[in-house]
């Protein structure tokens, strides 16, 4: 397998999970900055122009991080990167679509690429960003009340969530709710997470 990456884009998280299945895999890193992903020989493989983008061994090719997470974890089960117990996995899947699809998409999307959003409301939409991801880590916050992890036991949620956290506490020294800070302090810990801040960087 081959992940396509940018150092501390949100293919962290799905980096991470590589790192805890721990079979060999690839990294081939996008110059997102540079704008290689607009052009081939990337659009060739995910004309989405995004990372994460995974190939897989027989060539073909996975987007988008929640069907990425899912389908790692479906064929590395060894790695236990789901919750066993129903409701902990449907949880955990909830919270997993809600990070990447809201905090992500709607929230750090507006705070990262304002002009995406408007071409001349730069600062409305940068804050009404920041509200929209200062909401979601409040609401993961308290789905994180009394439990290290957001299914219980680590899993594909929490790659999502920590990079997320990641952002917000190293790239726009935002101030983390109590339990998501006790989260991502965790996140560090893992021997997984420590090394993929090795390799992409990240100090
Ligand atoms: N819906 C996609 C979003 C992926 C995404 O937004 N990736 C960003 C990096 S965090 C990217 O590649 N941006 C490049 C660009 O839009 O030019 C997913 O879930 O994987």
Redesign the pocket.
């Known amino acids: 397998m081959k992940l396509y990456y940018?150092p501390g884009?949100?293919?962290v998280g799905i980096h991470v999970l590589l790192e805890e299945i721990g079979k060999p895999y690839q990294l081939e890193q996008v110059d997102?900055r540079g704008g290689a992903?607009y052009k081939p020989p990337f659009t060739n493989l995910n004309p989405k122009?995004?990372?994460?983008t995974l190939e897989r061994d027989d060539g073909s090719v996975l987007?988008?991080?929640?069907v990425i997470a899912h389908w790692l974890a479906r064929h590395n089960p060894q790695a236990n990167l789901v919750p066993k117990d129903d409701e902990a996995l449907t949880r955990a899947e909830e919270a997993m679509e809600y990070v990447?699809g809201t905090m992500?998409?709607q929230g750090f999307g507006r705070l990262f690429r304002p002009g995406n959003f408007s071409s001349s409301e730069a600062e409305q939409v940068k804050a009404r960003g920041r509200e929209i991801a200062e909401n979601g880590f409040a609401l993961m916050d308290k789905a994180l009340g009394g439990k290290d992890y957001l299914g219980g036991q680590f899993s594909i949620a929490d790659a999502a969530l920590f990079y997320t956290e990641f952002w917000a506490s190293k790239r726009l020294g935002m101030q983390l709710p109590k339990n998501c800070a006790a989260h991502f302090a965790r996140m560090l810990a893992r021997p997984a997470v420590q090394r993929v801040m090795q390799q992409e960087g990240l100090g």
């Open positions: 940018a884009a949100c293919s997102l992903q122009s995004k990372v994460p987007t988008e991080f929640p990447v992500h998409g």
